[in-house]
């Protein structure tokens, strides 16, 4: 069974706020896509290093429209992520999905529910094999992090992106000697489209009718909001 009895994941559908589920499914695999020039990969490097400064479990968005001005291999990325998807079951999302370029020098432990409670995450790796795995602690599933990996997941699983076999985030690990940045696509896939809600066996409304829902989206875990340890992954209180 592949759903948290004891989670549920309040989130906006349109004007209403609904109860579902939360998966501990991740769908991974590896597609063959080509490395980014290496002028753009130097204007990432400048742009990390003098615009948004990535500290050790940071996680923040670089400027996906200036990249694809100097990437004649976007599209093919993409299409990649087309075809492993449609391989899925789940065709055509992409297409209808927001999409951001974002880059993380490892990333705390932590759990999107508080805003992307509505979304399942496609992520589409760019960077080589620098040593680095998401790893979900609540399941154990692990995913080694190389060019092409590509990961569908329910972001409200706790996750980090930590050293390959490690499954304690620290921040000595990610010292700015070390070459351990990742850039990588994502797409907000709609929770609610059904070929995604059946490929992550989500459940919906599952709240019990005489529940009081909170104000806005929140990740509750046996009846309250629900946080992470950052650097253990484990269930925490909310802050």
């Known amino acids: 069974m592949h759903v948290h009895k ?20 991740v769908l991974s695999g590896v597609v063959d896509i080509p490395a980014p020039p290496i002028r753009l990969r130097a204007d990432w490097d400048r742009e990390i290093a003098s ?22 291999d976007y599209m093919r990325c993409v299409r990649a992520v087309a075809d492993w998807t449609d391989a899925l079951g789940i065709p055509h999302v992409l297409a ?20 992307y409670g509505g979304a399942a995450f496609c992520n589409l790796f760019l960077s ?29 699983q706790p996750h980090g992106v930590v050293p390959r076999g490690a499954s304690v985030f620290n921040e000595a690990d990610f010292a700015a000697d070390r070459n351990r940045i990742q850039v990588f696509l994502t797409w907000e896939l709609s929770i609610e489209e059904a070929r995604v809600a059946q490929s992550l066996r989500t459940v919906f409304d599952v709240a019990a009718s005489n ?7 929140q990740l509750w875990f046996n009846g ?16």
């Not at 400064?53 to 923040?60: A, F, I, K």
């Not at 974002?102 to 529910?113: I, P």
């Not at 529940?211 to 989206?217: G, H, L, M, R």
């Not at 309250?224 to 802050?239: F, I, T």
Request: with cysteine; proline share 8%; net charge negative.
């Open 6 to 25: 004891t989670l549920i994941c309040w989130f906006h559908s349109g004007e209403t706020l609904r109860s579902r589920s939360v998966s501990d499914i």
């Open 51 to 72: 615009n948004i400064v990535l500290e050790p479990g940071d996680v923040d968005m670089l400027p996906l429209a200036r990249a694809r001005m100097r990437w004649p």
């Open 96 to 115: 209808a999905s927001d999409v951001a370029l974002m880059a993380c020098r490892g990333a705390r432990y932590h759990h999107d529910g508080d805003q």
């Open 128 to 156: 080589e094999d620098n040593g680095l795995d998401v790893f979900f602690p609540a399941s154990g599933v692990r995913v080694p992090l190389t060019r092409g990996t590509v990961i569908l997941f329910d972001p409200c």
């Open 211 to 217: 529940c009081v829902a909170p104000e806005d989206e």
């Open 224 to 239: 309250g909001p629900v946080g992470v340890c950052p650097e253990s992954g484990r269930w925490c209180r909310a802050q």
